[in-house]
């Protein structure tokens, strides 16, 4: 079991998809992570185990490597992919909860940011977790937010950014929807972001991981 996890996380921070994947070399014909994440399931590994296992410290292996100028965007990008494969096989049973009647989410990646994989586990785990999503994708704006609450009146929204440089774009996206839609619940998260940040710019919560975010939707549905 622990051998099959080590292999996926390399297979995430190496960025190989699957068996049929030439990227990267020195992994040429060996399965990747569609495989990998398949053979882990019917190993009878908990879905859960995986993701914090294998896939989220993969992400922060490439992370550090990034950091120090070990592997640049392009490789970045393959172990997105790969954790991206691996995902897909995990959704159904993150995503198995109750009737959605709890309301909706409305979830995006704010303008300037990217980064959607942190997103796509939140908004997987709320939807386990009984409510309905509305995923607006990545590089998302307040105009977008704005329109969004308008045809879901009374939906709470989350913000994720995964940059320094775009996390600031939150506060903009906050007082716009405060503006235009009082009283609407804001959740926000993503790694350079603190519960202190989330008092500053009027959100209602920070939730540092998916698990956090599931709680709080949770307590404002009872
Ligand atoms: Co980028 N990147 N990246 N990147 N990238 C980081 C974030 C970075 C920390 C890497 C590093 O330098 N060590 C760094 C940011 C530095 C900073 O601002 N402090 C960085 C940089 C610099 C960049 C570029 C600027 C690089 C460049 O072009 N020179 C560029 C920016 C592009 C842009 O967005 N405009 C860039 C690009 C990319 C890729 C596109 C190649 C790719 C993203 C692909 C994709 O998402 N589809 C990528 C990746 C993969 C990463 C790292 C390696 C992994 C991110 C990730 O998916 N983590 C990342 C380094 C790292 O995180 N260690 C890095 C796994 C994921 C499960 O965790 O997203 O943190 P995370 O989500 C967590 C929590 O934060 C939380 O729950 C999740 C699960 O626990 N959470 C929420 C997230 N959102 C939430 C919302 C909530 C609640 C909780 O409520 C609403």
Redesign the pocket.
Known sequence: MEELLEKLLEAVEFGKVDQKSPYPPQLRGMDGSHELTMSALEAGINPQKILEEA??PA??R???K??ENKIF??Q??M??RA??ASMLQLKPFFTSGDIKTKGTFI?G?VK????????N??AMMIEGGGWSIVDLG??VGSGRFIEALKSHPGAVV?????????MVNMGEIVTSIREHMPGTKI???????NTEFCQKIGADFY????Q??VEYMNKIAS
């Open positions: 896939l989220i992400m922060a490439v992370g550090k990034f950091s965007v392009p970045m990008l172990s997105a954790m991206g979830i990646t300037g940011d990217l980064h959607d994989i942190g997103k586990l939140v990545v590089d989350g913000l994720s950014a995964l940059l320094t440089t775009t959740l926000i998260g993503g790694a350079p972001v939730a540092p991981d998916p956090k975010a």
